[in-house]
Each structure stands twice: as C-alpha cells, then as structure tokens.
C-alpha cells in the first residue's frame, strides 16, 4: 500500500476510470458497481492529492520515470485540482443519477429493452471518458494534451449518438467532424510550436517565451481549435443539437465536463506558457465573442419550445461569462478575474448538469418536453421541480450561489478597470437568465384546472435525488468562496504572481 | 533547407485543401476523406521538421513518435465516423422509405 504522501497517487484518477471502463466492457451485469467504485475511489484520490498539494505544493510525476523531453510528464496544481475535484463531484452525481435513468421502465410495446441495450455501451464509454478528462487535467505536454483531446472526443461522440434516434446521430457526427476539425488545427499549432522550440512540456515552453510570427500563428491555430471544442459563439452552432438529443445523463456529462475541458486547456495556454506574447486586441476580441454568445445564447434560449435545447443554448450563454473574464485579466489585478473563471465553471458544471437531469427526469415521465405542455409537473416531480429552481437560481446568479460570486467578481472588475461595457454585459445577461428560468419554473408550478394527476410511475430514489443534490452543491459553493480561492492561491505559482501584480505585461 | 520548406509548404497545401473540402462538400464520405487529408498534411509537417541532411547529425526521435501516434489517432477517428456515416444514411433511408409507404397507403398523417 502505497503511502498518502507519494506522488505517484498522482495517476490514480487515469488509471481507475479506465480499468473501471475496460472491466465494464467485460462483465455487464457488474457494470454498474464497478463504475460506483471508480467514482468514489477516484474522489477519494483527488481529496488526497488535495491534502498533498496543500501541504507540499503543485506536484509533478514523470511516468515511467522517463525526465521532461522524451517522457510524458503529469502535473498538479491549484487550477487542476479545481477541475479535477469538480469532475468527480458532477460524475459521481452523474454516475448515479444514470443508474437510476436507465433502471426507469418505459412502458410501450417498442420500448421495452431499449434502456437495457443503451445502458450496456453507456458505463464502459462513460469510464473511459472520464479517464480522458482527468488525463487532460493532469498533462503537462503539449502533445500529451492533443492526444487527451481525441481521447474525449472519441467517448463523447458514441455518448451523444447513443439513443439511436437519427436526429442524435446527425447530431454526433457533425460533432464529430467539427471536433476533429478543432483537433487538427490545435495539432498544427503544436507542429509549429516544436518547430520553433524544440519542446513540448509546458513548463519548459513557459521558460522560453518569445514572441514571433511562428509562435502568433502557433497559438492562433491552437486557440481557434480550441474554441470550436468549447462552442464559443459563433462556432456554438454544433452545441445544441448534440446536447439536446442526447440521453439526460450524457447532455449532463458534456454540458457540464467535456465543453470544460478544453476551455481549461485554453485558459492554462492563454494565461500560464504563452502569457507573454498575448495582446490586447487578442484578449478583447474573445472579450467580445464572450459577450455576443452571453446575449445571443440567451435570447436564443428564450425563444425555445423544447426544455432540452432551451438547457443547452443555456450552456451557451454561460460559456460566454468565462470569455468575458480574459480582456478583464489583463488590466485588472488578475486575482479576482481567477477566482470569477473558475467559480463560473464550478458552479456552471454543477447546475447544468442538474437541469440536465431534471429535464430528463421530466422527459421520462411526461413522454416529451414541450415546455407549454407541461403545467403541473410540480404535483407528481416535486423534488425534480426543487432541483431545477435551484439550479435555475444559480444560472441567473443570485446569492449566495456559486455564479452570484463569479458575476460579482466580474463586475466589479470590470468597474475598477473602467470597462464599464462588460460589467453591462453580464447584468444583461442574468436578466436575460432569469426570463428563460421564470419562463420554465412558472410553467412547472401553475396547474391548470381540471387538471388531472397522471399515475406516478415507480422509479428509483436516484432518479431524482442527485440533481438536487449537485444544485444544492452549487447553491452553497457561494458560501464556502474563501476555501477554493485558497487552493488556488497554494497550487500556482502563477496565480500567485498574477495575484500580486496583475497581469500587466 | 529547401527540401524541408518544400515538403512543409506541401503539408500546408493539404491542410488548406483538406479544409476547404470540409467546409465545401456536403457529402459525409468526401468530408470524412478531407478530415483525413488534412492530418496527412499536419503528418507531412512533422515528418519535414525531422528531416537533416545525410550526415549531419542524429535524426531527432520526437516527430516520428508524434506521427505514428497521430495516425494511430486518425485510424481509430476515422473509423468512428465511417461507422457513424453508414448509421446516419440507414436511419434516414429507413425513415425516408418508411415515409414513401405511409404516403403510398395513406397512413400517417
């Protein structure tokens, strides 16, 4: 038994999905207890590489023992954890919430086994997906990183076709396809990155920065890659089908953790290894895009007849705050701007993913998600209405939820460094917010008369309980704010510099 | 030198052609054909960045890896998508013949 204050702990939360992943494909019928066990041993693992990064700070391990330029070297550090401990949270909700969607019975002729078939390729996909996503958290080389980056994609695209419905299956492959697109044009980046310096590892990178044209054209090819992974408007355009056809636990995982992902990716090149050759027109146009998406995924959102791709134009206008925090970054103190990025995709992880939840647990018993048909959901899914509220209170920013302090952060940044105009933005946006939550909430609780209970089907406690859980997570995330800010400031280096002196170059 | 910023100016050639097919056709097949010219393009890239003159020096290991990895990566996302194309045209053959019938015995409406 290896001791709690090793590094190499550092490769558990890979290894354990993906054994957890391949034992699936082998036993179905322990499918589910093996990814149970995964989750909980991988939030375990996290939680002592928390302890360790606290007392020792950031870590970092080379596989195999093989050092930096021929090795494959992984790394922990504040922003990293973050992300990593979020991703075991929402998954473990995730994992649960998903026993119970599929153990639902649909009565119906046609339907019965269907959940049984979808189940048997949801767990393995599910685990070695996840596996992916730690990997891309832990990497610490640039071609390392290009390879987790098709490793999620791969998992994603099967997850988003799995319910075998055509429009979920033209969903998935122009996912698909514009994933390999972003892909392709990041490892070009990479390509002209290595021809410039010879190396991949990121700290070495951030040792050697200059600027040039090679590495300007470099990080652009990376950026944009990036940036259609994560759907920043206006390349969103793939985001909502994909999300909305989906079965309710898989728009939860790529709502809430695979759209993060390579915006964690984008935020660590743009903010720790190529600082230096970042300009203000760069930081203000994604500034920009970020505020477009805010308005134009909100205003979309409002217009929705579908409660599914009502949730997923959501996520892309929560996407947007996360862009609104790069032209504050660089006139601004960098510290709250920090702390604002990572809460939004704290909070925003957690709440989407219950809303997602929710409405599937809504689609499962009502047979569809037509937001005007659906009056009285309250009376036969009170907990599922709760948890949708809640996380609704949380997308609209009111205190003391999680994205209350990111948007407060955010605007009061934006007025210190007298950009107004983005502070404006993000107010507009949570009045915009609340029209598409109120506009749902309302609808769930009115009951209209004559109206007639329709028999509650049985369903598993877990069907309803992990979406109110995980919006109960983002509720209090705003009351427990002094502790993330903390993990953050022990883990990077970086941070620490930003902190004090801004990011003024 | 030359040689090198030849077979380089070639992969980017590829890559620009690939994208433009990706954008251009709308067939699945000739989409997921340009996805995989354009990584050959990025392979073409990497392989040039390896290159040296005879004898002057060890050849760098590094790309090498990187391009084998690559194509291993491309093999195995190409697949995927083959797969996904074949389902997308049943389903929507299936559902369009299915349409045809229902027209035909002027069921479902």
């Given at each position: 038994m290896?001791?709690?204050?090793?590094?190499?702990?550092?490769?558990?939360?890979?290894?354990?999905?993906l054994?957890?992943g391949?034992?699936?494909?082998?036993t179905?019928?322990w499918?589910?207890?093996?990814?149970?066990?995964?989750?909980?041993?991988?939030?375990?693992?996290?939680?002592?590489?928390?302890?360790?990064?606290?007392?020792v700070?950031?870590?970092?391990?080379?596989?195999?023992?093989?050092?930096?330029?021929?090795?494959?070297?992984?790394r922990?550090d504040?922003?990293?954890?973050?992300?990593?401990?979020?991703?075991?949270?929402?998954?473990?909700?995730?994992?649960?919430?998903?026993?119970?969607?599929?153990?639902?019975?649909?009565?119906?002729?046609?339907?019965?086994g269907?959940?049984?078939r979808?189940e048997?390729?949801?767990w393995?996909?599910?685990?070695?997906?996840?596996?992916?996503?730690?990997?891309?958290?832990l990497?610490a080389?640039?071609?390392?990183?290009?390879?987790?980056?098709?490793l999620?994609?791969?998992?994603?695209?099967?997850?988003a076709?799995?319910s075998?419905?055509?429009?979920?299956?033209?969903a998935?492959?122009?996912?698909?396809?514009?994933?390999?697109?972003?892909?392709?044009s990041y490892?070009?980046?990479?390509?002209?990155?290595?021809?410039?310096?010879g190396?991949?590892?990121?700290?070495?990178?951030?040792?050697?920065?200059?600027?040039?044209?090679?590495?300007?054209?470099?990080?652009?090819?990376?950026?944009?890659?990036?940036?259609?992974?994560?759907?920043?408007?206006p390349?969103?355009?793939?985001?909502?089908?994909?999300?909305?056809?989906?079965?309710?636990?898989?728009?939860?995982i790529?709502?809430?953790?695979?759209?993060?992902?390579?915006?964690?990716?984008?935020?660590?090149?743009?903010?720790d290894v190529?600082?230096?050759?970042i300009?203000?027109?760069?930081?203000?146009?994604?500034?920009?895009?970020?505020?477009?998406?805010?308005?134009?995924g909100?205003?979309?959102?409002?217009?929705?007849?579908?409660?599914?791709?009502l949730?997923?134009?959501?996520?892309?206008?929560?996407l947007?705050y996360?862009?609104?925090?790069?032209?504050?970054?660089?006139?601004?103190?960098?510290a709250?701007i920090?702390?604002?990025?990572?809460?939004m995709?704290?909070?925003?992880?957690?709440?989407?993913?219950?809303?997602?939840?929710?409405?599937?647990?809504?689609?499962?018993h009502?047979?569809?998600?037509?937001?005007?048909?659906?009056?009285?959901v309250?009376?036969?899914?009170?907990?599922?209405?709760?948890?949708?509220?809640?996380a609704?209170?949380?997308i609209?920013?009111?205190?003391?939820?999680?994205?209350?302090?990111?948007?407060?952060?955010?605007?009061?940044?934006?007025?210190?460094?007298?950009?107004?105009?983005?502070?404006?933005?993000?107010?507009?946006g949570?009045?915009?917010?609340?029209?598409?939550v109120?506009?749902?909430?309302?609808?769930?609780?009115?009951?209209?008369?004559?109206?007639?209970?329709?028999?509650?089907?049985?369903?598993?406690?877990?069907?309803e309980?992990?979406?109110?859980?995980?919006?109960?997570?983002?509720?209090?995330?705003?009351?427990?704010?002094?502790?993330?800010?903390?993990?953050?400031?022990?883990?990077?280096?970086?941070?620490?510099?930003?902190?004090?002196?801004g990011?003024l170059? | 030198m030359?040689?090198n910023?030849?077979?380089?100016?070639?992969?980017?050639?590829?890559?620009?052609?690939?994208?433009?097919?990706l954008?251009?056709c709308?067939?699945?097949?000739?989409?997921?054909?340009?996805?995989?010219?354009?990584?050959?393009g990025?392979?073409?890239?990497?392989i040039?960045?390896?290159?040296?003159?005879?004898?002057?020096?060890?050849?760098d290991p590094?790309?090498?890896a990187?391009?084998?990895?690559?194509?291993?990566?491309?093999?195995?996302?190409?697949?995927?998508a083959?797969?996904?194309?074949?389902r997308?045209?049943?389903?929507?053959?299936?559902?369009?013949?299915?349409?045809?019938?229902?027209?035909f015995?002027?069921?479902?409406?």
């Amino acid at each position: 038994m290896i001791s709690f204050d090793d590094p190499s702990w550092i490769v558990i939360p890979i290894i354990l999905p993906l054994a957890a992943g391949l034992l699936c494909f082998l036993t179905r019928r322990w499918a589910f207890a093996f990814s149970l066990a995964a989750s909980l041993g991988n939030l375990l693992a996290s939680g002592i590489l928390l302890k360790q990064l606290l007392s020792v700070g950031p870590l970092s391990y080379n596989v195999g023992n093989w050092k930096a330029p021929l090795g494959i070297a992984l790394r922990i550090d504040g922003p990293a954890i973050l992300m990593l401990l979020m991703t075991a949270v929402t998954g473990l909700g995730i994992t649960l919430y998903a026993r119970g969607y599929f153990s639902f019975r649909i009565s119906g002729q046609k339907k019965i086994g269907r959940h049984e078939r979808q189940e048997r390729f949801f767990w393995p996909l599910w685990m070695t997906l996840w596996a992916s996503l730690n990997g891309l958290f832990l990497s610490a080389d640039l071609f390392n990183l290009y390879v987790t980056l098709e490793l999620i994609s791969i998992p994603a695209v099967a997850l988003a076709a799995l319910s075998g419905k055509p429009a979920s299956q033209i969903a998935a492959f122009r996912y698909l396809l514009v994933s390999l697109l972003g892909s392709l044009s990041y490892l070009l980046g990479v390509v002209f990155i290595y021809r410039t310096y010879g190396v991949l590892d990121l700290a070495l990178l951030g040792s050697k920065t200059a600027s040039g044209a090679g590495i300007g054209a470099a990080l652009a090819l990376m950026s944009v890659g990036l940036l259609l992974k994560t759907a920043l408007f206006p390349m969103h355009f793939w985001l909502p089908p994909a999300h909305a056809n989906a079965l309710a636990p898989v728009s939860a995982i790529l709502s809430a953790l695979v759209v993060k992902a390579s915006f964690y990716l984008l935020f660590r090149l743009w903010f720790d290894v190529f600082a230096s050759t970042i300009t203000e027109p760069a930081l203000n146009l994604l500034g920009t895009l970020g505020g477009v998406a805010i308005v134009w995924g909100a205003l979309q959102a409002i217009r929705q007849q579908r409660l599914k791709l009502l949730v997923a134009y959501s996520t892309v206008s929560q996407l947007g705050y996360l862009f609104i925090a790069f032209p504050l970054a660089y006139l601004e103190k960098g510290a709250d701007i920090w702390a604002a990025v990572i809460f939004m995709a704290l909070a925003h992880s957690c709440a989407k993913s219950a809303m997602f939840m929710a409405a599937g647990t809504i689609f499962l018993h009502a047979g569809h998600d037509r937001i005007n048909d659906l009056a009285g959901v309250r009376s036969y899914l009170p907990v599922t209405v709760f948890a949708y509220a809640i996380a609704g209170v949380n997308i609209m920013g009111l205190p003391p939820s999680g994205g209350f302090i990111a948007k407060w952060l955010l605007i009061s940044s934006s007025l210190n460094s007298s950009q107004w105009w983005w502070g404006l933005i993000v107010m507009a946006g949570s009045l915009l917010a609340s029209v598409y939550v109120f506009r749902v909430v309302s609808r769930f609780f009115v009951i209209p008369e004559g109206y007639h209970v329709p028999d509650r089907q049985p369903h598993s406690p877990l069907l309803e309980w992990p979406a109110l859980v995980l919006a109960l997570v983002a509720l209090l995330l705003g009351l427990i704010a002094p502790y993330p800010l903390h993990i953050l400031e022990t883990g990077s280096s970086l941070f620490a510099m930003v902190s004090q002196k801004g990011l003024l170059l | 030198m030359i040689t090198n910023m030849l077979y380089s100016l070639g992969g980017l050639l590829l890559f620009i052609m690939g994208l433009f097919a990706l954008i251009a056709c709308s067939h699945p097949l000739r989409k997921i054909l340009a996805v995989n010219v354009m990584a050959t393009g990025v392979f073409l890239i990497l392989i040039a960045t390896a290159y040296k003159q005879a004898g002057a020096g060890e050849i760098d290991p590094v790309p090498h890896a990187m391009v084998l990895t690559g194509i291993v990566v491309s093999v195995s996302v190409t697949a995927l998508a083959l797969i996904l194309a074949c389902r997308v045209q049943e389903t929507s053959n299936r559902s369009l013949s299915q349409q045809r019938k229902n027209d035909f015995t002027g069921a479902g409406e």
